[in-house]
């Protein structure tokens, strides 16, 4: 064989021999969107079963948990929230968002309440950061650069 024909060859050939490199951060990337989405339909699931009770409510460095000691709240899978004593009921709404802004998967989402009325339960609004979940707590933090942190913790009646 001579020169040309080894040289031509060689090139016909090298495709075989070079290796592509798969990018591991777009697998990541989608593990984590993934597994973000799972976390999320866990803890939707499990919110949305039986009624749940505020066990504490820390605001700007406050306990403000014994205002709703008497409610019970129910999140219903329509994204609707209800708090409810012996003699009222408060309409609300929640969600969870998933932020997809770092790779620690829960800190991503965020547990939103909103409740247009009354003032009391108004200052429950906000995006709260959900610290930890299990099938009867639920647990959501907020970090206020302002002054001090808030927290919130639901537990499964």
């Known amino acids: 064989m001579n020169y040309f024909k080894l040289s031509?060859?060689?090139?016909?050939?090298?495709?075989?021999?070079?290796?592509?490199?798969?990018?591991?951060?777009?697998?990541?990337?989608?593990?984590?969107?993934?597994?973000?989405?799972v976390i999320k339909g866990n803890i939707e699931?499990?919110?949305?079963?039986g009624n749940w009770e505020l066990s504490k409510f820390i605001d700007s460095g406050q306990d403000e948990t014994a205002k709703y000691s008497n409610y019970t709240f129910v999140f219903?899978?329509?994204?609707?929230?209800?708090?409810?004593?012996?003699?009222?009921?408060?309409?609300?709404?929640?969600?969870?968002?998933?932020?997809?802004?770092?790779?620690?998967?829960?800190?991503?989402?965020?547990?939103n309440i909103t409740f247009s009325q009354p003032p009391l339960f108004a200052e429950l609004n906000d995006d709260w950061d959900i610290v930890t979940y299990t099938a009867t707590q639920l647990t959501l933090f907020d970090d206020d650069d302002a002054g001090p942190n808030d927290s919130l913790v639901f537990v499964r009646k």
């Open 8 to 37: 031509a060859f060689l090139l016909f050939l090298s495709p075989l021999f070079i290796s592509c490199e798969k990018d591991e951060d777009d697998d990541d990337d989608t593990n984590s969107s993934n597994q973000s989405a």
């Open 76 to 111: 219903q899978n329509s994204n609707s929230l209800r708090a409810s004593n012996q003699n009222t009921t408060y309409n609300g709404t929640w969600i969870i968002t998933d932020s997809g802004s770092d790779d620690d998967n829960l800190s991503d989402l965020d547990f």
């Open 45 to 49: 699931g499990n919110m949305q079963q």
